[in-house]
């Protein structure tokens, strides 16, 4: 084949060839060239959210986890006391790096195939007025579930907590407008929806909580309020910057804006889930989690019944021809994955679903029920 494989993960996932083109030189952090793609990016990641007058946004290196650990590390009082809920692996690794710098974390676990319960956060919050914040992942990645963003904001918003929103799955596919939810921090990242490659995370700031934040973070590197001042002052990235990371977003956020912005983007989203799973429910497949639940951002699929099914023939008989899936993140059903989000339409759907087909004849597997 003599294109790339088709990455059917939920980031790193598959760009386009004019984002992979735009690494093709090198930049001076210092320079003004590059400070320019760097608040033109600002700019435009808050048009998106539609949070101009209300939030600043503060890119930072590394992975999204680094960003959701500068979040809550930058948001959270070191006395503070974070309520996490929990439905899934991402939810988990909040709950984790919260407790591990030392803030106060209750972790509310519930099941994994239905969004977290409004009605059951209210009650905890009403039960333990000792919680500050609470910290919610927006699509909970390790199944696909979305959980209710406008409900939870609307309840820290009445019962006046903090709210962390960990989007980094669903920011620029789902719609968020910052206009209509409260939020302290949300949080997504450049290799997601954005369609850019991976290294950058960005993280927006209720613009009236800057103040009070400089002296929460224990860590100097995790620091946004001090990444933030000093990119007012100067322009730069206090450190080196991902150049070119941020030079492809610039370059996939503006065929971002050409596609449609998040409108035209969950709209191929979501033809590529129909596509997905159409096509798999002909192969016999059913999917984890209840079809009133699935999200156009990442499909969890029930692994074949079948004595022959072996995760990693599986995997390697699909990469042969093209296509890498994704494994499952539960513990208690074997599972795999599927993304829709990246660079792919209906076409690579498709022919992901016929290579699906061909790697279930080549292991003797009549039908996935
Ligand atoms: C991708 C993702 C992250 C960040 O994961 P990294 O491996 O650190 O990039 C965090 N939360 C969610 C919901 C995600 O989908």
Redesign the pocket.
Same mark, same amino acid.
């Given at each position: 084949m003599d294109r790339d494989n088709i990455l059917l993960t939920?980031?790193p996932l598959t760009t386009t060839l004019r984002t992979k083109l735009a690494m093709l030189k090198d930049w001076g952090s210092w320079d003004a060239d590059f400070n320019a793609i760097t608040a033109r990016v600002r700019h435009e990641l808050l048009d998106i959210l539609h949070a101009q007058d209300t939030h600043v946004v503060v890119p930072l290196q590394g /992975?999204? *986890?680094?960003s959701?650990e500068a979040a809550v590390s930058t948001v959270v009082p070191r006395d503070g006391h974070l309520l996490v809920l929990d439905n899934g692996a991402?939810c988990k690794?909040m709950g984790k790096l919260a407790t591990m710098m030392g803030r106060k974390t209750t972790i509310a676990t519930r099941t994994e195939d239905a969004p977290v319960d409004t009605g059951e956060v209210e009650r905890l919050l009403l039960a333990d007025p000792s919680i500050t914040h609470v910290g919610l992942?927006h699509?909970? *990645?390790g199944t696909g579930v979305v959980n209710p963003l406008k409900a939870i904001s609307d309840l820290c918003a009445r019962l006046g907590k903090g709210l962390i929103v960990?989007a980094? /799955?669903s920011f620029a596919a789902l719609p968020i407008d910052a206009r209509e939810l409260r939020f302290d921090a949300l949080i997504a990242?450049s290799g997601?929806c954005l369609e850019g490659v991976?290294g950058m995370g960005f993280v927006f700031l209720r613009k009236d909580l800057l103040t009070q934040c400089a002296d929460n973070s224990h860590s100097l590197a995790m620091d946004l309020c001090d990444q933030h001042y000093y990119m007012e002052r100067t322009g730069q990235w206090r450190f080196t910057p991902p150049t070119h990371v941020v030079v492809a977003l610039a370059e996939a956020m503006q065929q971002f804006k050409e596609e449609g912005g998040q409108t035209a983007r969950l709209a191929r989203y979501e033809d590529n889930l129909r596509t997905l799973v159409d096509g798999m429910a002909a192969l016999g497949f059913n999917t984890f989690l209840d079809p009133q639940y699935l999200s156009p951002i990442i499909v969890t699929f029930r692994a074949p019944a079948h004595p022959a099914y072996d995760f990693k023939q599986f995997y390697a008989s699909a990469k042969a021809q093209g296509f890498m899936l994704y494994p499952g993140k539960l513990t208690e059903v074997e599972t795999f994955r599927v993304g829709c989000i990246g660079a792919i339409g209906r076409k690579e759907m498709q022919q992901a679903v016929n290579a699906v087909a061909r790697t279930l004849n080549e292991m003797g597997i009549a039908s996935a029920a």
């Open positions: 939920p980031g /992975s999204g *986890t680094f959701v991402y690794r992942i699509c909970e *990645t960990d980094m /799955s990242a997601k991976p």
